[in-house]
């Protein structure tokens, strides 16, 4: 599954980009999934979701939790929680 | 109804201004104007810059908005939030709301600031008077701010 990936804030100075296009494999099928395929990617990845629980998601602009599938998602996000206001 | 997202600066009386031209059912406008200011956590900071999720960050204020609106009888209400580099006394965000009488227009005015500190995707990153930058964390306060409004009977 072909799936566009954003990062945010300090998500993204680590990852190092703020978006790439990913082909998921089978079996990444929640955001938690996607988040530890992302991890066995590289020691940038690792380090941008090291810190337990810490880094929220959004799919396709609306936040969800990590339990979250990502069946016919176009975009997910991910992003230290926000502060803004 | 309406948000906003901008690098620009904005005038609270113009809003105002604007949102009750040639109205006469608005008895309350409570606006609240959120200001840079130039120390947090005890450091002095020189200014910030604001990253959003374009797009997510419409949405989300927009639903926040659309939530405000069930809960009070608003006759309008405007959120304006910057982006972009800011410096300390620089306005970050606006919030507007009108109703017939005050005590809604300031409980929604609260609710709304409360919501959209949680829920919009914004992320201020800090400059030090040494020239470093650092993200800001997100506060426990906010996110107990915002869960009051969660409860079922509301204690306020």
């Given amino acids: ?85 | 109804m309406s948000v906003r997202v901008q690098a620009e600066d904005f005038d609270v009386g113009a809003e105002v201004a604007r949102l009750t031209a040639g109205r006469t059912d608005i008895g309350a406008i409570v606006t609240f104007a959120g200001l840079v200011r130039d120390e947090n956590s005890g450091g002095t900071i020189a200014g910030m810059t604001l990253e959003h999720y374009p797009g997510m960050t419409e949405r989300e204020l927009a639903r926040v908005e659309a939530e405000a609106g069930k809960r009070w009888p608003l006759q309008a209400s405007l959120i304006v939030h910057r982006v972009g580099a800011l410096k300390p006394g620089d306005n970050i965000v606006l919030v507007v709301t009108a109703s017939a009488h005050r005590q809604a227009a300031f409980a929604a005015a609260e609710f709304l600031m409360d919501y959209l500190k949680t829920r919009a995707p914004f992320w201020k990153k800090e400059l030090g008077p040494d020239g470093k930058q650092h993200w800001v964390e997100a506060r426990d306060s906010d996110a107990a701010a915002a869960e009051r409004w969660e409860a079922p009977s509301r204690n306020r």
């Fill in chain 1, 1 to 85: 599954m072909s799936v566009k990936i954003l990062y945010f804030a300090w998500v993204r100075e680590r990852t190092g980009k703020a978006e790439e296009i990913v082909d998921l494999p089978a079996g990444v099928s929640t955001v938690a999934d996607v988040v530890a395929w992302l991890k066995a990617r590289g020691p940038e990845y690792a380090e941008a979701f090291a810190p337990p629980g810490v880094v929220r998601a959004a799919l396709d602009q609306t936040h969800v939790p990590l339990t979250a599938s990502i069946a016919g998602a176009r975009e997910i996000a991910f992003f230290p929680p926000v502060t803004g206001g």
